[in-house]
């Protein structure tokens, strides 16, 4: 069921205590996905796994949740198709919930998209439907198209949307939301051709184009997802910007091969700084550990942007990711918010797979 308005109050959530949280992750009857925690065992690499926990908890958050979320479910609707040929097509179930809530939104007034988490939702329907045409079916389909248009229909007059400050690194930044945007109007097949004419739809791209070019991002994550938007849209960076994105990347690789999402920001840049003290008081704050959310982003934007598998740091960075999946198939990330449910394990797990698929480190179904 479409959830209009953001339960606000959740954006000052004191931590929730491991206890609490520790038995399971994700859970809608059949479904449990156990809780993800530092201390759980490494173990040999396994795509699939990976796949599974992805798979079951895009599920479960879908049936309980009954909203797209940008850590979970809308996650699974920006990787998951892109490894298709590698694990099999992404469950219809979850696109089948993509077009249940496109259908819902389509009922309510253009200004109630404004609300609380909406804008996001509406623009991970879009960028999730784009990922599915690109990958699965290769072309575009009507659900595509009418959810894009639905996202710029929400777009605001500076060029982005709204969004809540609360929930680092995913619903927290309006500028995070434009590269979602871009990066689902440049996938679409087809799509930005055949709105050629439409000269509505050409301001408010011209609007996000802007944005994403003059804005200065928030912190230095955004210099990075700006670098992966730009892969997809053509003339987002100029060519020194996109070569201090790819200085800034390789300055923070550490010594292990992976990255850290905390090398990326200040505390007081995430969310708004509303989870500043959180991260100051993190036993490994002066050196926080790569990650498997960074390290898979890390590789994924290098690669989009033409830095080949056989480069030295795309190597130790593979070699990181797989010397380090725990036994439930995720990569370990401890949560920017609280130490809870830790969501952020859920891309930092689809980002490291589809890392490794652009290095060719999985193999076909065909090859299994």
């Avoid at 389909?141 to 949307?161: N, V």
């Avoid at 890390?298 to 593979?318: F, K, S, Y």
Wanted: hydrophobic share 35%.
């Amino acid at each position: 069921m479409l959830r209009l308005f953001a339960i606000v109050v959740f954006c000052a959530a004191a931590a929730i205590g491991q206890d609490e949280q520790r038995a399971h992750q994700y859970e809608s009857g059949e479904i449990k996905v156990s809780g993800a925690w530092a201390d759980e065992p490494l173990a040999e690499f396994s795509a699939s796994r990976a796949a599974d926990y992805l798979t079951g908890g895009a599920v479960a958050w879908s049936r309980q949740k009954g909203c797209v979320t940008c850590h979970t479910n809308g996650t699974y609707g920006v990787i998951r198709p892109a490894l298709t040929k590698e694990l099999g097509p992404p469950d219809k179930e979850v696109r089948d919930f993509y077009i249940s809530e496109l259908t819902e939104f389509q009922k309510v007034k253009v200004e109630d998209l404004y609300s609380g988490t909406n804008s996001a939702q509406v623009i991970y329907i879009a960028a999730s439907l784009a990922e599915w045409d690109a990958s699965v079916t290769g072309e575009l389909s009507e659900e595509t198209d009418t959810a894009l248009r639905m996202m710029f229909s929400a777009q605001k007059e500076t060029g982005t949307w709204s969004s809540l400050d609360c929930w680092p690194p995913f619903e927290s930044s309006a500028y995070q939301e434009a590269t979602v945007a871009a990066m689902a109007m440049g996938t679409a097949p087809g799509w930005l051709k055949s709105i050629e004419e439409d000269e509505e739809l050409q301001k408010s791209i011209a609007l996000l184009k802007t944005y994403l070019k003059e804005t200065s991002p928030p912190h230095e994550y955004a210099h990075v997802l700006r670098l992966w938007a730009s892969s997809r849209v053509a003339g987002l960076l100029s060519d020194s910007d996109r070569m201090a994105a790819f200085e800034l990347l390789a300055s923070k690789q550490k010594s292990d091969g992976g990255w850290s999402i905390r090398a990326f920001a200040q505390p007081e840049e995430w969310g708004g700084g509303n989870r500043a003290e959180k991260l100051k008081g993190e036993p490994e704050f002066e050196d926080p550990p790569s990650d498997g959310h960074m390290t898979g982003l890390a590789l994924i934007v290098l690669q989009a942007n033409g830095v080949t598998p056989d480069r030295p740091a795309i190597q130790r960075g593979v070699k990181w990711l797989k010397e380090n999946q725990r036994e439930s198939g995720r990569w370990w990330t401890r949560s920017l918010n609280t130490d809870g449910p830790h969501y952020i394990t859920y891309s930092g797990t689809a980002y490291p797979l589809l890392a490794l698929k652009l290095a060719g480190e999985l193999k076909t179904e065909t090859d299994n």
